[in-house]
């Protein structure tokens, strides 16, 4: 029993240094003046090898050895024995990598950071082709850690999906791809949609205002959170009782900030949610980046982009934002923020053509990773699946293969999450919807607490307790299955386009 | 060679968890919300046990065992000594200090500062008596661990002025006492000066923005630094590249925005230039909390509160305060600005008085730790000193003994170096204007460079590397001497009342 309560305390230790580096980093990205970057840097690679060392101690080790016949008495769904579980699972990925490795990788995307900046800025790949060789070669050295492994991809997606496999996420998008492009092919062929009042002179202060009033109505709590400005929007927990996010207003893009907002109250709602039993351990937060993008995406567009929510808020956003929209019909509001519009940029991507976007990346990131592509061809690759997938080329490398910050980072395996949180939010819904069939009823009035309360019993308590597929088939039913989405996508877009 | 590398690795890194645990502070003291607390009391609590931990540590014990040959051929002054020195001394001081006695302690002040609170609300000592007795009884403990010592008193002073001993402070303020005693009766016996202007409304923008304009003057650097709201202004750095201020506006007290950023402004630009070299070790910090004290008060009270600043600064406060001081004069203004009044609370005294409040403290700490006072004796001797040095008498306890949250919080040793501040900031002022002869022509241009340049050059840059009175004597030619300060109060406050 007292080597339990020396994990506990190792793993509250750890979740302690955490917080101070998520800390660290938050600061970074709002208020820290420019002057205070190398000291921080320092700081910040001081605590991640503190936590590393504590991890990879032999100390850890021992003790992860002596739990094995403790740990199997126990309830497996416990507490304590998921604890030991996610603890190992760390402990064993971590020490499989050489310390050279860890450095070196340090070393090539730092530089490798830099010159994709400047690549991107130039819209010249050159600059950056050389750092992403060096990257894929690191990165597959990466996956040799952990061999044998059934795909070489498979090391890097389980990074951020626990105990996925490349091949089921390759079965899940290959069901997705012919759907999502006869869909898109089909949209294009009509009328665009009006959307021109999304880009009119929206008041800085009043756009972050309503944000404000639409997610302290979702249920976010000030107490334990709060929002700032940052040049990219993100959230950040430092443990579960303060969970902040940060946004950012566009004045001739009202989209950025109303939807931006609502996204990350969705990813912090999330950790607010993680039972208080899992506090300072390495479950108090998402059990993955997919059931994390799954919660945001959730409150975005199954919430923000419904016709439901604007019946209530719309009136109010007329009241606010009067002379932008007093002669927008609320189906023409509704039309308009759900636009379809095949576009070169991700992060611009909307509900129909985002999932395309990540296929692209994945589909490269394997073919790379396998050797079946070359870096140099890359940018090539990368025009040819657009003008395939959504009918466009980008004019220029800056809008095309240069635009995600992700692989000068060295993150590999990260992409796919995206598209399978789009997928899980919505085999959530139809769950949601069975249980609570007056949720449209309640949206319409202002109403979330049902909502949440359901994300929180059947979600958000469990922190990263469970691996995502085995979260997802706890309350679906089953695992990852992206038809719900499918079915989402052919009404929604079935009814705003007459299709 | 070795040794001297992993000393200053250790330094590095030991540095670096210090600038987290600054942050985690800085941001309970300004943004954290409420639901924070627990998670951060957690992380400073783990962080501050790891710094421990490195600092007394048997590898560190030995490395600077290891290393005194190494430093015996050092030139003494050189920054690899010092570094050995400062950490030795540091180790010494914390090896001896049983972690029962820590654990005891942080538990001891953690009630006794929530007693206070609720002791100083009610104003009723008795709630917080049985509470500071247990603490003296702890600090008396503390002392017990440096035996043999001089006096009792020592290893609390020198926690925060090293080397310094009780005996140097006593003889250095029983000459300031009946000098102060004896100008303010003197000052008292006046008509007193009308500074009605000062609790005027003035508007929060409007006084942050022109403390904003006075500290850039000053040279303090945004690229380095920002102002952010806290309920008490404090300065705090993390790194030598970053060091932050806060601010706090009353509407209806102008004086404390004004003359507090000017303070914290003092503080910062000390930090702020230390010498690069001393990056990441215990040295890129202040020499003491004395000499601390000596740059944030040079800033608001010789510079602030002089004649020559406010004849540049007078005609745009006027601008801006338009209203509220169109019919007071430069010299009605600087009257006001330099009201000599007896009053109870401490942070609010003027230069005149401000040190006696101080001695008073000094005495009573003293006298705790000998033991020939009682703590249930306290308020009385508190009260009896009051009326002696100042002559007022405090209504109650909570404008009285309860006033400061210091003993709450178990810090003796601290309150003597606010005066030994006051008394440095002159002594060096003397220097300083017989090196700038033409500084009073400066301040009257809104010119600080050759000050700042000044303070860089004789104190900034040397960090903690030497010891204060070290430090002062190699500026000064002196040791700490109070008569610099008594020769300026007495000029200063002779011209203002005519005495």
């Known amino acids: ?32 003046p420019s002057g205070g970057a190398e000291d921080r840097g320092d700081a910040l690679s001081t605590l991640s090898n503190l936590v590393h060392q504590k991890i990879t101690s032999p100390e850890m080790g021992q003790l992860l050895e002596d739990l094995r016949s403790q740990q199997d008495e126990m309830d497996p769904d416990s507490n304590d024995a998921r604890l030991i579980k ?37 819209s010249d790949f050159s600059i950056f082709q050389s750092h992403l ?19 070489v991809y498979d090391p890097q997606l389980d990074d951020f999906e626990p105990g996925m496999k490349t091949a089921e996420v390759q079965a899940i998008f290959t069901q997705v791809r ?8 089909r949209i294009t062929a009509q009328t ?43 959230t950040q927990g430092f443990g579960i009782g303060d969970v902040r996010i940060t ?46 993008e799954s919660q945001s995406r959730m409150w975005e567009n199954l919430v923000g982009r419904s016709l439901a929510f604007w019946k209530f808020f719309y009136p109010r956003f007329q009241g606010v934002f009067h002379s932008q929209v007093e002669k927008v019909s609320l189906a023409t509001f509704y039309r308009g923020i759900n636009k379809v519009q095949p576009s070169y940029i991700r992060v611009e991507a909307d509900e129909a053509t985002y999932n395309l976007h990540i296929m692209l990346r994945l589909e490269l990131e394997i073919a790379l990773l396998e050797g079946s592509l070359a870096v140099k061809d890359l940018p090539q690759a990368w025009n040819q699946r657009m003008r395939e997938y959504l009918g466009v080329i980008p004019p ?33 819904w139809e769950v949601i919807q069975k249980d609570l069939p007056n949720l449209d009823k309640q949206m319409a009035l202002g109403e979330f607490g049902e909502l949440l309360s359901w994300l929180r019993q059947h979600v958000h308590r469990f922190g990263a307790k469970f691996e995502p597929q085995e979260l997802v088939q706890k309350i679906t039913g089953s695992k990852i299955n992206p038809q719900p989405y499918l079915r989402y996508l052919q009404v929604k877009y079935g009814e705003i386009y007459h299709l």
């Open 178 to 185: 012919p759907v999502q492009v006869s869909l898109i092919k």
């Open 133 to 151: 060789e060096n990257i894929v070669r690191l990165r597959r050295d990466y996956s040799s850690f952990f061999a044998p492994y059934d795909h």
């Open 396 to 428: 220029n490398d800056a809008l095309g293969v240069l635009q995600d910050v992700h692989w000068s980072e060295g993150l590999f395996g990260y992409f796919p999450t995206y598209a399978l949180g789009n997928l899980v939010s919505v085999q959530l």
């Open 86 to 122: 996610v603890t190992r699972r760390d402990y064993e990925k971590r020490v499989k990598v050489s310390s050279e490795w860890v450095k070196e990788f340090a070393k090539a995307t730092t530089m490798a950071h830099s010159a994709w900046e400047e690549a991107r800025k130039k």
């Open 1 to 32: 029993m007292d080597d339990l309560k020396r994990l506990k305390s190792l793993a509250a230790e750890i979740a302690d240094i955490q917080a101070a580096i998520a800390l660290l980093g938050w600061d970074q990205q709002t208020y820290m």
């Open 247 to 292: 946004t950012r207003v566009e004045p001739n893009r009202m989209a950025t900030a109303l939807f931006g907002t609502m996204h990350e109250a969705g990813h912090a709602l999330y950790e607010l949610g993680v039972d208080p039993s899992l506090r300072r351990t390495p479950m108090a937060s998402g059990a993955s980046m997919a059931l994390h």
């Open 192 to 234: 665009a949609v009006d959307d021109s009042f999304m880009r009119a002179h929206y008041d800085e202060k009043a756009q972050r205002d309503f944000g404000v009033e639409v997610i302290s109505r979702f249920g976010y709590d000030w107490n334990h959170g709060r929002q700032d400005k940052s040049a990219h929007p993100f």
